[in-house]
């Protein structure tokens, strides 16, 4: 089967992939029947029996996901189904984000996994969303990092852009980024920068650095991004004068919703947050069911 046409072209303006998501859904669900059937759905529903089910929020929180859970309502024979609220949207808790209606068999073996995926974005679009409000009033962006769940990061940097958040890169070969291994089998933040810049001259590169003296050599070196690595927020303030603009400069490491603003205030351009995606706690989401005679 494939996904119904409006939800395809909703997951494509989401720049989300219908046939990855599909496969996702059918995978999660077969897990979820480790290869037998609902035993008590079976057992307790008849099988003509038809439910409404509204899918609620218990807390507030930045809804994210929506059209990810439509693909498992679909994948599971729910073709009859409204989205309520909008990916990105803040809502209170109780409200409704998707009302559903169909086999209640079917919705059961739905629930679960659709419940799993939209708890999980919107976790992070939460958090991420927190993240953005405490730099407001400043130009520094929250950008996400590659501490994603295994074969979940398009989904979960989706959920950050949801929130407000930006997207470092998705993958090794997207660009690259010579961190502190690098620099040392290479023998240096020149020469690291140097080879691949010969190897991959149209790749962006980012260079990871943990002094201002390490700083001023992969500026010289040509570095147009620089991560600054776990320094506190008067050395990246003094990174940045330093800088003089010359760079987009990156700060990571020790970052909490605390101290956000400060580190924001010095004047980087990004603050690097991998709890957005590794830490983010599930959104409380439930569905309800509406029984019919």
């Known amino acids: 089967m494939s996904l119904s046409m409006k939800l395809q072209t909703s997951l494509r303006a989401l720049d989300l992939n219908p046939n990855a998501i599909l496969k996702l859904a059918n995978e999660a669900i077969a897990e979820d029947l480790a290869g037998g059937i609902d035993l ?5 529903i008849a099988e003509t029996q038809l439910s409404g089910a509204l899918f609620r929020t218990r807390s507030e929180g930045a809804i994210s996901g929506l059209n990810v859970a439509a693909a498992v309502l679909e994948a599971c024979g729910i073709l009859e189904y409204e989205l309520i609220a909008s990916e990105g949207e803040f809502v209170k808790a109780g409200a409704t984000l998707i009302r559903a209606h169909g086999s209640t068999r079917k919705l059961l073996l739905a629930e679960r996994t ?5 708890g999980r974005l919107s976790g992070i679009s939460t958090l ?8 407001a009033g400043t130009n520094t962006k929250i950008r996400d990092t590659r501490k994603t769940t295994p074969l979940m990061r398009d989904l979960e940097k989706f959920a950050v852009r949801m929130g407000g958040g930006t997207n470092h890169r998705m993958s090794l070969s997207d660009a690259a980024l010579i961190k502190d291994n690098h620099i040392l089998a290479a023998g240096g933040v020149a020469k690291a920068f140097a080879a691949i810049n010969s190897a991959y001259p149209e790749k962006l590169i980012e260079v990871e650095v943990d002094s201002l003296e390490q700083l001023e050599e992969a500026l010289a070196a040509g570095a147009k991004f620089v991560l600054l690595d776990n320094m506190s927020p008067e050395k990246c303030a003094k990174a940045v004068a330093l800088n003089a603009g010359r760079a987009k400069l990156e700060a990571s490491g020790g970052l909490t919703l605390v101290n956000a603003n400060a580190y924001a205030q010095t004047g980087v351009d990004f603050l690097a947050v991998g709890a957005l995606t590794h830490s983010a706690p599930v959104l409380d989401i439930g569905l309800d069911f509406e029984m019919e005679k």
């Open 128 to 135: 991420t969303k927190q993240w953005v409000a405490a730099v």
């Open 40 to 44: 008590t759905s079976t057992a307790t």
């Open 114 to 118: 659709s419940l799993n995926l939209l």
